[in-house]
């Protein structure tokens, strides 16, 4: 397997935790307060003052003017941050309207992705939102303002009540590529498996590959095709090189609290995930060689799957972007490999 040297810097890079290494979250954070904090605290000041000015002393009214001007400030401050201008191929922003964040990421992210889009024709919802999605892109628009950012979770609750929740519970994304990509309908990826000399045809909706630091990918990717069990040899191979690849690293593991209660650990390590990469032989039948390359992956800001923050990051014409629901801005080639080592969903095509 061939790897891009460029696009594995692991060990050059300082071991940080994702959660205090993503700035995007403090930008998030700033961004809050500006635009909608600062308004409602200045204008709500404001009229308490000019209310004290009439009951108490003409004193306070220097104090409502003050908390006026901070509220006026907020309003030109959000003004001008959906006045941003557009650049050319820009992924457009989502809104969040409540716990999102994890279908918002995962739209765009199969969206992006020609053929994980055309996989999903058959949603009319979902290729409506797309369509309106490319027209919002095509007419310059930085927000898809009035898209349902809640279509994604109803469609999913109407199908497997169960596990995904209707109201506004955080939900982990791995949910909607199982769903999505493999019990809906017929799983993306096809593989010829072998076990104990029989040979079946099995499908699967993503590539799972542990977290482990000091695993080379190539190590990594080879043991999904082959793994030892205590029945024997289980061996895969894809039957057809397939035009896009959905790759999930295993970032959650079981977990019994002091309390004895049962939940998902979070690993937030860095892993060696390199943004190209070429298939073994033995990966693909026929002994086939494929390359493919990165073309989005998924963050997960936070220690457990149904709390915390998901984002996006796609490579569209002339660059990477990352898309923090209704935020995007453009991303250095050093941020992409640094981001990318804490990956918990990947999408590559192949080139």
């Known amino acids: 397997m061939k790897i891009d040297a460029n696009s594995s810097t692991v060990s050059s890079l300082p071991n940080k935790d994702l959660n205090t290494y993503l700035s995007i979250q403090d930008e998030r954070i700033h961004r809050l307060f500006l635009y909608k904090i600062l308004p409602v605290v200045g204008f709500g000041a404001s009229a308490i003052c000019t209310v004290l000015s009439a009951a108490v002393s003409i004193q306070f009214m220097y104090g409502s003017i003050a908390f006026l001007a901070l509220g006026v400030l907020g309003v030109q401050l959000a003004s001008r941050q959906n006045q941003r201008p557009f650049i050319d191929h820009q992924p457009v922003g989502l809104p969040n309207r409540g716990n999102n964040c994890w279908s918002n990421s995962f739209f765009q992210i199969v969206l992006n992705n020609p053929h994980l889009s055309a996989s999903l024709a058959h949603y ?19 927000l898809f303002s ?3 950012d809640r279509a994604l979770r109803a ?84 039957i057809h090189p397939p035009a896009s690849l959905i790759i999930k690293i295993k970032r959650f593991s079981p977990a019994i609290s002091p309390e004895g209660e049962y939940y998902a650990e979070k690993s937030n390590k860095r892993c060696q995930i390199p943004l190209a990469f070429d298939t073994d032989p033995s990966q693909i039948r026929g002994g086939v060689v494929a390359r493919y390359e990165c073309d989005g992956f998924i963050l997960h800001v936070g220690n457990t799957g149904l709390s915390g923050h998901f984002i996006a990051c796609v490579r569209r014409p002339g660059g990477w972007w990352i898309c923090d629901d209704d935020f995007t801005r453009p991303l250095s080639i050093a941020e992409v490999e640094d981001l990318v080592q804490y990956s918990y969903f990947l999408s590559f095509t192949k080139i």
């Open 146 to 148: 009035d898209y349902n």
């Open 155 to 238: 469609h999913l609750n109407a199908l497997e009540p169960q596990y995904i929740s209707l109201d506004n519970t955080q939900q982990d994304v791995s949910e909607a590529f199982e769903k999505y990509f493999g019990q809906f309908g017929s799983c993306y990826h096809q593989f010829e498996q072998n076990f104990n000399g029989s040979s079946t045809h099995q499908g699967q909706p993503f590539i799972l590959l542990s977290c482990r630091r000091s695993l080379p990918f190539h190590s990594n990717f080879s043991r999904f095709f082959s793994e030892m069990t205590d029945s024997g040899l289980l061996e895969k191979k894809f």
């Open 124 to 142: 009319s919802f979902l290729q409506r939102d797309f369509q309106n999605y490319e027209e919002k892109r095509a007419s310059r628009n930085i």
